[in-house]
């Protein structure tokens, strides 16, 4: 198991370090990052290197950063989703560095969403999508209060493409 994580490790870019093992290196009861390998879909994120866009995750942590792809353009028909989970009730800063995506009004080819799974709605009260120039991307830094997990999900459709978005997150405990 372990060479697979290694191997699994230098093909995504993800340090080994990143892999959260159960007690006893076990991994039937966790859901897999990659279906048949057993390989565990949850992280403890390195906030020093921005977690890419290649499948489903659970992050578990206080600061980090998501981005599509770490340089280019992303691929067509890519689908992902990170799962913030932050150790107690916090109020949680998104920076935007850049959105650089497919534009279209309805959002219905390319897109981003944040959703706080407390009350079950949008951060942003709809999808992101477009290329967004620094003021505008101002306009999306905030902070969500009270929460202690947000779902970042991105899709791509097979054509136009972009570099994706980078985004960081810094959580805060609430005061008791």
């Known amino acids: 198991m ?3 994580t290694k191997a699994v490790s230098r093909m995504w870019h993800i340090p080994t370090s990143q892999f959260q093992q159960q007690a006893g290196g076990e991994h039937e009861n966790n859901p897999s990052a990659v279906p048949g390998l057993g390989i565990p879909r949850t992280l403890v994120h390195n ?3 921005p977690s890419l866009c ?9 600061v980090g ?15 992902c989703s990170w799962e913030l989970n932050f150790p107690q009730e916090s109020s949680v800063n998104l920076i935007w560095d850049y959105i650089d995506m497919e534009t279209r009004a309805t959002c219905d080819y390319d897109w981003l969403q944040v959703l706080d799974t407390r009350d079950s709605q949008l951060v942003y ?8 120039n620094p003021s505008s991307l101002k306009l999306l830094n905030v902070t969500v209060h009270g ?30």
């Not at 290649?54 to 206080?62: F, R, S």
């Not at 009260?125 to 967004?132: A, I, T, V, Y």
């Not at 202690?148 to 959580?171: C, E, I």
């Open 54 to 62: 290649n499948g489903d995750k659970i992050l578990n942590g206080t």
């Open 65 to 79: 950063s998501l981005e599509v792809v770490s340089d280019g353009t992303y691929s067509g028909n890519l689908q």
């Open 47 to 49: 906030d020093t290197l």
């Open 2 to 4: 372990r060479e697979l």
């Open 125 to 132: 009260g709809r999808k992101l999508c477009g290329s967004l």
């Open 147 to 176: 929460t202690r997990k947000l779902l970042v999900s991105f899709r791509s459709d097979p054509n136009v493409h972009g570099r994706g978005f980078r985004m960081t997150y810094q959580a805060h405990s609430r005061p008791s």
